[in-house]
């Protein structure tokens, strides 16, 4: 029998599951799936781990789950090119997916603080207090701009070279909700960007993109809230600073 996890596990948990199922004459796969809820339509993007024999036994079902090669691809990887890899031994497939959505917080991040500035880039024109606790902007008339969201998601999805998926939903969402009131913007994280800056930390590997993701998705959810009233009550007792509720 063989047992396949497609979730997407820590890897580590692959590596024991697939430890003690042997012993009971068990084959385990642990296979890393991408393609969200759109996956049904287009197919999965699937990163699996485990005993060969047995990824080669199961092909036929891997295929057919898979987009199949919509995009070119690299001749010597020709299971790649369709939307399915044999990455390695237990716990590799998981691996790699878990390194795939820290890239996937990174890129999620980078266009959506992007995104930020673009629609702050009209602040020159509104009136702003001044004080000692409110920092002036610097040239006001280099941000009179009233850009369109909308259309300039849908801009960059042609010959740009950010284009991406990604940057599709996004046109997507912003086409049916410019404003996104629709969001609270407490953005959630299902595990894999933890276990990949733990990975990173262990290998020494620098990561620091993907660990500014991270944290700004916990800055989302009001995780930093304790820390930004403790430097709001520091800059109190050092300097008489008071809270500007518009700064």
């Known amino acids: 029998d063989i047992v396949i996890d497609g979730g997407n596990s820590e890897h580590r948990l692959a590596i024991a599951r697939a430890q003690q199922l042997s012993q009971q004459g068990i084959v385990f796969l642990d296979v890393g799936t991408s393609g969200g809820v759109w996956g049904l339509e287009r197919g999965y993007c699937m990163m699996i781990g485990g005993d060969a024999p047995s990824v080669a036994r199961l092909q036929p079902i891997f295929e057919s789950l898979a987009p199949g090669a919509d995009e070119p691809g690299t001749p010597t990887h020709a299971t790649a090119s369709k939307g399915y890899l044999h990455c390695g031994g237990p716990g590799a497939g998981h691996f790699v997916k878990m390194i795939h959505n820290a890239i996937e ?126 430097l709001s009550a520091m800059r109190e007792q050092f300097g008489g600073h008071r809270e500007n509720s518009s700064t």
Do not use: C
Request: glycine share 8%.
């Open 105 to 230: 917080y990174g890129m999620m991040a980078a266009y959506a603080e992007g995104f930020n500035l673009l629609a702050h880039a009209g602040a020159g024109r509104a009136a702003r207090s001044a004080d000692a606790e409110t920092a002036p902007l610097n040239d006001p008339t280099a941000y009179h701009y009233d850009f369109d969201l909308t259309a300039i998601a849908e801009l960059w999805r042609h010959g740009s070279v950010i284009r991406s998926w990604l940057l599709d939903l996004s046109a997507d969402a912003l086409q049916t909700d410019p404003t996104l009131k629709g969001y609270a913007g407490r953005v959630a994280d299902s595990g894999e960007g933890r276990w990949a800056m733990k990975s990173a930390v262990d290998l020494s590997v620098p990561a620091p993109v993907l660990g500014a993701a991270l944290f700004g998705r916990f800055s989302s959810r009001a995780e930093d809230e304790y820390a930004l009233r403790l």
